[in-house]
């Protein structure tokens, strides 16, 4: 099982930014897919998740209107789409899902929005 998220950066507020996770290992389509973030100093915060089929999808009252997640299960890939970006969305960014009591995470990428 591997998740491998793109590399982030460096964005200005109000910038935006793409992430992607890459899945493999396993059948992305059985799985809801989810991304956190952690900023420095805070604990792991759940940002957006997306049901298997890409239904559903759930984000955190910080980044509601702002972040959209998406997945193209044919591509076994995770996106996280990041508008109107500000310094607070600082964070290491993971992408993420459960199975068989386990977690399974990428191995982060950051992102900075600074001016």
């Known amino acids: 099982v591997q998740l491998v998220e793109s590399r982030g950066g460096l964005v200005q507020p109000g910038g935006s930014l793409r992430l992607s996770c890459a899945a493999s290992g396993f059948t992305l389509s059985s799985y809801d897919m989810k991304w956190f973030r952690q900023a420095p100093g805070e604990g792991r915060e759940l940002v957006a998740l997306i049901t298997a089929t890409g239904g559903n999808t759930y984000y955190a009252d910080s980044v509601k209107g702002r972040f959209t997640i998406s997945r193209d299960n044919a591509k076994n890939v995770v996106y996280l789409q990041m508008d109107s970006l500000k310094p607070e969305d600082t964070a290491v960014y993971y992408c993420?899902?459960?199975?068989?009591?386990?977690?399974?995470w990428g191995q982060g990428t950051q992102v900075t929005v600074s001016s």
């Open positions: 993420n899902f459960f199975r068989s009591w386990t977690d399974y």
